[in-house]
């Protein structure tokens, strides 16, 4: 697991994984990235904000500048991650995962629409069975649960997680369910269980609510 804010942060770990000793050398892997949300946090970041001023030259772009450096980001670092997930590569078995960024409820400004617009249209043609685009904002739009100041929920990171492993997990001759309804029974762990149980997030630890649900 390799924490990315922006497209040139994925060869660091291409390389990680290439560089491998002994077993792990052997060892299946494969590659699952969701870039975007750190280019969109920097639009508009308060010069004090260092939570989101993570790249200082990016906060003074316009929203113009922050599209294309996304665009041309993704483009420079797309075919070297083709590489690595095609068969006979390092990632070749299982297959890579490339998506959108998911989606929350306070996203309705122009730009987060743009940025899933371009990841869309930049794995347009590149796709294959081992090289594959999901397109998480459309997905999460249709789970009716809230965000955490900005992180998913544990109940949406579990049905992203199915989509996700749904799709790498039959590459290795075990298929996912060919149903398209699902039901929990017992207690589940919504956005609104969350806030209740975290309340006082700080008196238990943590800096910030979504590190509770975590």
Same mark, same amino acid.
């Given at each position: 697991n390799?924490?990315?804010?922006?497209?040139?942060d994925?060869?660091i770990?291409i390389?990680?994984m290439?560089?491998?000793?002994?077993?792990?050398?052997?060892a299946?892997?494969?590659?699952?990235?969701?870039?975007?949300?750190?280019?969109?946090?920097?639009?508009?970041?308060?010069?004090?904000?260092?939570w989101c001023?993570t790249?200082?030259?990016?906060?003074?772009y316009k929203m113009?500048?922050?599209?294309d450096?996304y665009?041309?980001?993704?483009e420079?670092?797309?075919?070297?991650l083709?590489?690595?997930c095609? +068969?006979g %590569?390092?990632a070749?078995?299982?297959?890579?995962?490339? &998506?959108s *960024?998911?989606?929350? =409820?306070?996203?309705? $400004?122009?730009?987060?629409?743009?940025?899933?617009?371009?990841?869309?249209?930049?794995?347009?043609?590149?796709?294959?069975?081992?090289?594959?685009y999901?397109?998480?904002?459309t997905?999460?739009?249709?789970? +009716?649960? %809230?965000?955490?100041?900005?992180?998913?929920?544990?109940? &949406?990171? *579990?049905?992203t997680? =199915?989509?996700?492993? $749904?799709?790498?997990?039959?590459?290795?001759g075990r298929?996912s369910s060919?149903?398209?309804?699902?039901s929990?029974?017992?207690?589940?762990?919504r956005?609104?269980?969350?806030?209740?149980?975290?309340?006082d997030?700080?008196?238990?630890?943590?800096?910030?609510l979504?590190?509770?649900?975590l």
């Open positions: 390799f924490f990315g804010e922006y497209w040139d994925l060869p770990a390389d990680a290439r560089s491998m000793t002994s077993d792990w050398k052997q299946e892997v494969a590659l699952i990235a969701a870039i975007g949300l750190w280019y969109t946090n920097s639009f508009r970041c308060a010069p004090d904000a260092a001023a790249r200082p030259e990016v906060d003074t113009p500048e922050i599209l450096a665009r041309t980001g993704a420079e670092v797309l075919p070297t083709q590489k690595f095609e +068969p %590569d390092r070749g078995k299982m297959g890579c995962i490339i &998506s *960024i998911d989606h929350c =409820q306070y996203m309705n $400004g122009e730009i987060w629409h743009l940025m899933r617009d371009i990841m869309e249209h930049t794995m347009s043609g590149r796709t294959s069975n081992t090289f594959r999901v397109d998480l904002w997905y999460t739009l249709q789970i +009716p649960e %809230d965000c955490l100041i900005g992180h998913q929920s544990p109940f &949406s990171g *579990i049905l997680w =199915q989509l996700f492993l $749904g799709g790498l997990c039959p590459a290795r298929p060919d149903g398209s309804l699902m929990f029974e017992g207690e589940t762990c956005a609104h269980n969350i806030v209740e149980k975290c309340h997030y700080k008196s238990q630890g943590f800096n910030f979504w590190e509770c649900d």
